[in-house]
C-alpha cells in the first residue's frame, strides 16, 4: 500500500526432508530485509539464506516476546541483526533491557486498521451478543505456554468480572492442542 517495492522470501524453516537446504531467493534482493519471524528461527534463516545478511545489507528483526525476561537464543540471534522492531512498549523494554545498547530496538507497533465489515455480518453479530463486550485470547500449543499464557488470562478474566455479569464474554482459542 506504501508503493515500497518488495521481494518475499519463504522462510519455512521446518526439519521436513524436502525442505532442507537453501531456498531459492527473488532475483531481485533490496538493501533491507525486514525479517517478521520468531527470534527461534532467525538464525535458521541466515544459515538457509546467506544471501540476506553480510556487511552491505540491513536486516530488522520484528520479533514479538511476551514475557519480562528475554531468552539467550534471542540475544544469539540479535547479533545477526542490525536493528531489532517491537510491536509493543512491554516487548520494547524487555528487548532494549537485554539488547541494548549492542543492538538498537525501536517501537514499531502494529498497524491494524479497522475491518470493513458488511453490514450483514454485523447485524448476524448483535443478533447473537447484542452489545457484549467480547474478549479474545488465542495461543499455539507449539508456542511457549507462559509466553501466551491462556491460563493467566482466564484467571484475570474471572476476577474483573461477576461470574453473573452475562456483558462480557471471553473467548479462548487454540491451535495445535
Not at 55 to 69: D, H, S
Not at 70 to 90: G, L
Amino acid at each position: 500500500p506504501a508503493g515500497v517495492p518488495v521481494a518475499e522470501v519463504d522462510t519455512d524453516v521446518s526439519t521436513s526432508p524436502r525442505r532442507r537446504g537453501a531456498r531459492p531467493v527473488p532475483s531481485t534482493l533490496h538493501d533491507v530485509t525486514i525479517a517478521v519471524v520468531t527470534a527461534f528461527e532467525f538464525e535458521a534463516i541466515a544459515e538457509r539464506y546467506p544471501q540476506l545478511f553480510g556487511p552491505k545489507r540491513r536486516v530488522v528483526g520484528v520479533w514479538f516476546w511476551e514475557l519480562a525476561e528475554v531468552p539467550d537464543a534471542h540475544r544469539i540471534a540479535a547479533a545477526r541483526a542490525n536493528e531489532i522492531w517491537a510491536p509493543s512498549r512491554f516487548v520494547l523494554d524487555s528487548y532494549r533491557r537485554a539488547l541494548e545498547p549492542s543492538v538498537p530496538v525501536r517501537y514499531a507497533p502494529v498497524r491494524v486498521d479497522e475491518p470493513d465489515v458488511e453490514p450483514v455480518r454485523v447485524a448476524r453479530w448483535r443478533s447473537e451478543w447484542g452489545d457484549d463486550v467480547v474478549f479474545l485470547v488465542a495461543f499455539d500449543y507449539l508456542s511457549v505456554l507462559d509466553r501466551k499464557n491462556p491460563h493467566g488470562a482466564i484467571s484475570a478474566f474471572r476476577a474483573a468480572f461477576d461470574e453473573d455479569d452475562r456483558r462480557v464474554r471471553l473467548i479462548v482459542k487454540s491451535i495445535n492442542g
